[in-house]
């Protein structure tokens, strides 16, 4: 199917553990993103990519690695996860006008 | 960098009523403005955007208004319906160059009572 999927959807796993997040976009689009987002703060900024192997911090990248070794792959990685990084995580492709996944929802305990 | 400051945080109307939705921005050089709305549960999905070199853009019930003199943009939305209601976003980028990124507002969670 075309478009931007996430997976998995929903994410349990312990303080400490590295888990990834998956996003992949079958539309071809240079830039790609990934935003958490959790009540009373919006949508905030963790990494974005203009092209396969170019990637820039956003306002929040602490405890998050990406790498972008294909245009259509942009995962996510939580080396060491925190309670501090349950949230809501979408990813969206595209700039400016951005189409965002249908995110993932973890849960660090 | 930007910022992008969003009121109301929540708005509570009735059917049939207008909605107004406000944003103020801090970098000059921002020139595209988009909306996005999010269901409960769901992603969110732009709904209307306006650029910099344009004051005011409809789309049925909704509109945009930008004014660049004081940095504020807003969202309009006349005739409401229930299915409105959401969590709606504002955000700003300079649209290009080496900026290629959103900073979004922190939303507005709207409710239309029938």
């Known amino acids: 199917d075309a478009g931007i999927t996430q997976s998995p959807r929903y994410k349990i796993t312990e303080t400490g553990r590295q888990v990834t997040l998956m996003c992949h976009q079958t539309?071809?689009?240079?830039?790609m993103f990934w935003y958490r987002q959790d009540l009373g703060h919006g949508l905030r900024l963790i990494y974005y990519?203009?092209?396969?192997?170019?990637?820039d911090k956003g306002e929040v990248p602490d405890g998050y690695v990406v790498s972008r070794s294909k245009t259509e792959n942009f995962p996510l990685t939580l080396e060491s996860a925190t309670r501090s990084q349950t949230s809501v995580y979408f990813c969206?492709?595209?700039?400016?006008?951005?189409?965002f996944g249908q995110g993932t929802r973890l849960t660090v305990v | 960098g930007e910022n992008v400051e969003q009121h109301p945080s929540t708005l509570s109307v009735q059917e049939g009523d207008s909605a107004v939705i406000k944003c103020t921005y801090s970098?000059?050089?921002?020139?595209?403005f988009p909306w996005y709305k999010q269901e409960l549960g769901k992603r969110p999905q732009l709904i209307i955007d306006?650029?910099?070199?344009?004051g005011e853009k409809k789309d049925q019930r909704i509109a945009v208004t930008l004014n660049k003199t004081a940095k504020h943009f807003s969202l309009h939305i006349t005739e409401t319906q229930p299915e409105d209601s959401a969590v709606y976003f504002c955000?700003?980028?300079?649209?290009?160059?080496?900026?290629?990124?959103?900073?979004f507002g922190k939303g507005t969670l709207l409710t239309v009572n029938p």
């Open positions: 955000a700003a980028s300079r649209g290009g160059g080496s900026n290629y990124k959103l900073t």
């Open positions: 969206a492709s595209n700039f400016p006008e951005a189409f």
């Open positions: 990519s203009a092209a396969a192997d170019i990637t």
């Open positions: 970098d000059s050089a921002s020139n595209y």
């Open positions: 539309w071809s689009h240079s830039y």
């Open positions: 306006i650029r910099s070199n344009v």
